[in-house]
């Protein structure tokens, strides 16, 4: 079916600096948009950041200006550089892809297995 592999999490030290990646494969026809999600623990995921397959790009406020999300449509990666991290950032970082299997199915969601984002004080 669709797998989409995360890599690049780790511990960081506050003000330090990670990139994460993830990478799509496969039975895809088209891929519309890839994000990035958190979940900390005892909290709900949020969205971190989503990027379109034309480029457009839409943050958490709370990563504005830190965190870059970008894409390579051709080998179906998604990235995210996280820079100025802060222990608040520490979570479960998920990749997602909302894509299309075939061109007469519907676009549905997919998710990633998660990485760890540690970052400490």
């Known amino acids: 079916q669709v797998q989409l592999v ?21 039975i895809i026809f088209s891929i519309n948009t890839m994000g990035w999600y958190r979940q ?14 034309g480029g457009s790009t839409n943050y958490a406020d709370s ?3 830190r965190f870059t999300i970008s894409r390579d449509n051709a080998k179906k990666t998604v990235y995210l ?28 969601d997919y998710w990633g297995q998660g990485t760890q984002v540690t970052v400490s004080s």
Do not use: H, W
């Open 6 to 26: 995360e890599s690049g999490g780790g511990l960081v030290q506050a003000g330090g600096s990670l990139r994460l990646s993830c990478a799509a494969s496969g």
């Open 40 to 53: 900390a623990p005892g909290k709900q995921r949020e969205l971190v950041a989503v990027i379109t397959s």
């Open 63 to 65: 990563v504005k200006g």
């Open 81 to 108: 550089e996280m820079n100025s991290l802060r222990p608040e950032d520490t979570a479960v970082y998920y990749c997602n892809a909302n894509l299309r299997q075939r061109f007469y199915l519907r676009e549905a």
